[in-house]
């Protein structure tokens, strides 16, 4: 079973920069395919960003396409979201997940495995 850590998350103005960082342990990360979500106050979780256990073909939620990219390494155990061009709109606590298909989608409910969450605070 793996275990997931995020770290990054912080306060930062709109049009800056944030990188979150998930590190996995306690299974073969090179296994998994990883994705992240987010949650704000009031609302779903939702679908940020999906990539596959090898690193390629990753998939995005419209609102953070050509923003947001995810990328992963490895042999580190980890899986990055480098978030450029901060909206308030992108406030949230930000999860990263482990799916045990090697190529997950946009769904929560395929990813059994969560990290507790990272919280990202974007100020106008």
């Known amino acids: 079973q793996v275990q997931l850590v995020e770290a990054g998350g912080g306060s930062v103005q709109a049009g800056g920069s944030l990188r979150l960082s998930c590190a996995a342990s306690g299974g073969t990360f090179s296994s998994y395919g990883m994705g992240w979500f987010r949650q704000a106050p009031g609302k779903e979780r939702e679908f940020v960003a999906t990539?596959?256990?090898?690193?390629?073909?990753?998939h995005y939620t419209n609102s953070v396409k050509g923003r947001f990219t995810i990328s992963r390494d490895n042999a580190k155990n980890t899986v990055y979201l480098q978030m450029n061009s901060l909206k308030p709109e992108d406030t949230a606590v930000y999860f990263c997940?482990?799916?045990?298909?090697?190529?997950?989608?946009?769904?929560?409910?395929?990813?059994?495995?969560w990290g507790q969450g990272t919280q990202v605070t974007v100020s106008s």
């Open positions: 997940a482990a799916a045990s298909s090697g190529w997950p989608g946009m769904y929560p409910t395929e990813y059994p495995y």
């Open positions: 990539i596959n256990k090898s690193g390629g073909i990753p």
